[in-house]
C-alpha cells in the first residue's frame, strides 16, 4: 500500500510541475480508468475468500485449483475491458464533460492506459491472493519492483528529460503500466515457487462451476467498487464545473488523503485475512475481536492524522502544487474531508471485516446508500450554493454516513448467535 501511495504523491509532484491542466487530466482519466477496472477487481476478493478457505481446509491443490480459475477470470475479463477503454476513450471524456483546455491530455492518459489494465488487474488479483494466504511477503515484493521502475521512468517521461520526449500526464500513465508490467513478470516467478500459495501445472483447467463460485463471491465487492468508482467519476464532473484548478487541488487533496488512510487499509487487510483463517477453523468469536481491535487502533491514528491535516494543510497542497488558486482550493477539500475521513475510515475496517466473515452484500449496499443517495446528490445541490466548498461537504457527509451505518451493521449482523454456535465460512 505504501508504495502505491508513493508513486502516486510523486505523481502529482512531477505533474505539479508541468500545471494544473496535467494534473487535471489526471483526476479525469485515473476516474475512468478505475471506473473501467473496478469491473473485474473484485475477482481478487472472491478469488482471496475461496482460496483462504481451501487452505483453512489443508488443502492445497484446491487452493491451487481455485487460484488458477481466479486468474483466468482476471486475464480475460482485463482483456475485454482494456478493448473497451481504447474504443470508448472519447465518448467517456465527453460523457464526463471534459473541458476543451484538458480534452487531448486526458484522452492521452486514459489510452495508455487501458493499455496497460491487463497486468494492472493481474497484479491486483493475485496479489489479493496472497494477502488472503498470509503471504503479504511476496505482494510487497511485487510492488517494491513495480513502483521502483515506475518511479524511475516517471520524472524524464513526464518532464522530458534526456533524450526522453516531454509526455506529461501521458508519461505518468505510461510509467506506471511499464511498472505494472514488470509487477506480473515478478508474479509470475514467484507463482511458481514453493509457498502457501503454489501454483500447480497439474490443477490448471478450466472448471465452470468454480469460477460461478468465485464470481458470486466476488460480485458484491465488484459492485461496490463500480458504483464507487462512478460516483467518483461523478464528482470528478461536478468538480471540472469549477475549472482544471479546482481539478488539480482535487487531484492534489485526494492523493494526500490516499497517502494518510494507509494504515487503515492495512489494519482492514489484516483484519479481513484473520476473519478468513479464524472462521475457517470456526473461531468466530476470535474474528469479530480482530475487526473490533482493528478499529480501535483506526480511530486512534486517523483522529492524530486528521488534526495535522487540519493544521498544515496549505503546507501539504502547496508541497505538491505551489499555485495560490489549487492551494486555497485544496486546503479547504483536505480539512473539510479529512474531519469526514475520522468516520469513514473507520466504515473501511468494518466493510473489510464484513468481506472477512463472508457477509459481503451489506457492506455493498451501505455503499450504494452513501454514495449514490448522499454524497452524489449532496454534492451536486450544494456547489449551486457554496461553490466547490459544497463538494467537500457532501465527500464528508458521505463518509460519516458510510462509517455509521457500516458499524451499525457489524455490530448488528447475522453472526450474533449462540456462543458456542459454528457458522460456516462465506456461507458455501
Known amino acids: ?19 494544473s491542466v496535467a494534473m487535471a487530466a489526471l483526476a479525469i482519466g485515473s476516474s475512468l480508468r478505475w471506473g473501467l477496472s473496478s469491473l473485474a477487481m473484485g475477482l481478487g476478493i472472491g478469488g482471496m475468500m475461496a482460496v483462504g478457505q481451501r487452505l483453512g481446509e489443508r488443502d492445497e491443490k484446491a487452493a491451487s485449483v481455485a487460484a488458477w480459475q ?3 477470470l482476471c486475464l480475460a475479463a482485463a482483456a475485454v475491458l482494456s478493448a473497451a477503454g481504447l474504443a470508448l476513450a472519447v465518448p467517456m471524456l465527453r460523457l464526463l464533460g471534459t ?13 495508455i492506459s487501458s493499455l496497460g489494465l491487463i497486468p494492472a488487474l493481474l497484479v491486483y488479483t493475485v496479489n489479493a491472493l496472497w494477502r488472503g494466504t498470509g503471504e503479504a511477503g511476496k505482494a510487497l515484493a511485487t510492488l517494491g519492483l513495480a513502483t521502483g521502475l515506475s518511479l524511475a521512468l516517471e520524472p524524464p517521461l513526464v518532464l522530458g528529460w534526456g533524450p526522453f520526449p516531454r509526455l506529461g500526464a501521458a508519461g505518468s500513465a505510461l510509467a506506471t503500466a511499464l511498472g ?10 514467484l507463482l511458481a515457487r514453493d509457498g502457501r500459495l503454489c501454483l500447480r501445472w497439474d490443477t490448471l483447467y478450466i472448471s465452470l462451476p468454480l469460477m460461478a463460485r468465485i464470481i458470486g463471491l466476488s460480485a458484491p465487492s465488484t459492485a461496490q467498487m463500480v458504483l464507487r468508482s462512478l460516483s467518483r467519476a461523478t464528482l470528478v464532473g461536478i468538480v471540472g464545473w469549477f475549472g482544471a484548478a ?11 488523503l490516499m497517502a494518510v488512510l494507509i494504515p487503515c487499509h492495512l489494519l482492514g487487510n489484516v483484519a479481513a485475512t484473520l476473519s478468513v483463517e479464524n472462521l475457517g477453523h470456526g473461531c468466530r468469536k476470535q474474528a469479530l475481536r480482530t475487526v473490533w481491535l482493528a478499529a480501535i487502533v483506526d480511530a486512534g491514528y486517523m483522529a492524530l492524522a486528521v488534526a495535522a491535516l487540519f493544521a498544515c494543510a496549505p503546507q501539504f497542497i502547496a508541497a505538491l502544487n505551489p499555485h495560490p488558486e489549487v492551494v486555497d482550493y485544496g486546503a479547504n477539500a483536505l480539512r473539510i474531508i479529512g474531519l469526514g475521513y475520522l468516520s469513514s475510515s473507520l466504515g473501511m475496517i468494518m466493510a473489510r471485516g464484513l468481506d472477512g466473515i463472508g457477509s459481503v452484500v451489506p457492506a455493498a449496499a451501505i455503499s450504494v446508500i452513501t454514495l449514490w443517495g448522499v454524497e452524489v446528490p449532496t454534492a451536486f445541490l450544494l456547489s449551486r450554493l457554496l461553490g466547490a466548498t459544497g463538494i467537500w461537504l457532501a ?5 460519516v454516513a458510510n462509517g455509521v451505518l457500516l458499524s451499525y451493521r457489524f455490530r448488528r449482523g447475522w453472526w450474533s448467535g449462540e456462543p458456542g454456535q459454528r457458522t460456516p465460512a462465506f456461507g458455501i
Open 99 to 111: 473541458g476543451e483546455d484538458v480534452f487531448p491530455a486526458s484522452l492521452s492518459y486514459l489510452r
Open 70 to 72: 481466479t486468474i483466468i
Open 1 to 19: 500500500m505504501l508504495a502505491i501511495r508513493l508513486l502516486q504523491i510523486l505523481d502529482l509532484f512531477w505533474l505539479g510541475k508541468v500545471g
Open 395 to 399: 465527500i464528508a457527509l458521505g463518509g
Open 180 to 189: 505494472q508490467t514488470l509487477g506480473a513478470i515478478v508474479q509470475c516467478f
Open 246 to 256: 479546482a481539478l488539480a487541488a482535487y487531484a492534489t487533496a485526494n492523493g494526500i
